[in-house]
């Protein structure tokens, strides 16, 4: 999944998707394999909707975030309703940016996590260490207790449905990539095993999760072929078509 963050006017999507089709076109991709979404900003969806829906083209996308609230007062937000009618499959749930610039807490993330249930729509629910947790040793504890969090009263077939990504936060934007050892310890021993404690084998083998952190071309491979990374939650990559192309070729 490509998270644009704050990139591209709805020209500017429309252009990008249509040339993202086209490369994964040229490249024989089978989207059965391997899903391609792009989680463009809320004022581009209805653009990417009317071309994905109109030209038929086999990708999803969905938004960045949404609101806990179905609808109301709440000036400036969105609710998981309008996602659902603009067609969207997927939303973002706690990334990092969201966290730190928006003081989304864990209680607030699992509320968004229900709330994007409530409409039918799958979270990409992000979670993930900062640089001074990292440096202390602490990314296990930090991890698993925001899995514990946003994961708290969700029945198992959610928990067999929603995607889960990992990004480290001293990885996002950074250049600086989690080595595949790092980021598959986490995403296995950490996120999986969650899971797997919480909601038993079957459900953990459903679960999808990806990494996230400054992957890109040359780093999209060796990450891929960690056993428990199913995918990856790309951002900077993601705005070019040729990286992105080929990222997912190789996932
Ligand atoms: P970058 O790929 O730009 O590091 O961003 C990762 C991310 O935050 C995706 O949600």
């Known amino acids: 999944a490509g998270n644009w963050k704050m990139n591209l006017d709805h020209l500017q999507a429309t252009h990008l998707v249509q040339k993202l089709d086209w490369s994964l076109r040229d490249g024989k991709h089978d989207h059965g394999a391997v899903e391609v979404a792009v989680l463009p900003p809320f004022t581009d969806i209805r653009s990417v909707q009317t071309l994905i829906d109109g030209d038929r083209l086999p990708l999803k996308y969905g938004a960045q975030d949404l609101s806990v609230h179905d609808s109301g007062a709440y000036t400036g937000e969105i609710s998981g309703a309008f996602l659902a009618k603009l067609g969207c499959t997927y939303v973002a749930v706690g990334h990092s940016e969201r966290r730190e610039y928006h003081n989304e807490t864990d209680a607030v993330v699992n509320a968004k996590i229900k709330a994007a249930y ?13 640089l001074e947790i990292r ?75 990806l990494y996230g952190g400054s992957a890109n071309d040359k780093n999209i491979r060796e990450l891929m072929e960690q056993p428990d990374i199913d995918g990856a939650l790309i951002g900077g990559a993601a705005l070019k078509v040729e990286s992105y192309g080929e990222m997912v070729r190789v996932t």
């Open 118 to 130: 409530t409409h039918g729509l799958t979270p990409i629910f992000c979670c993930g260490e900062g």
């Open 135 to 209: 440096q202390a040793g602490e990314q296990v504890a930090h991890v698993l207790g925001q899995i514990e969090a946003g994961l708290d009263g969700l029945p198992a077939e959610q928990a067999a449905s929603i995607v889960i990504a990992y990004e480290p936060i001293w990885a996002i934007g950074t250049g600086r990539t989690a080595t595949p050892q790092q980021a598959n310890d986490i995403c296995g021993g950490v996120v999986r095993q969650t899971v797997r404690e919480l909601y038993g084998e079957a459900v953990a083998d459903a679960t999808r999760i």
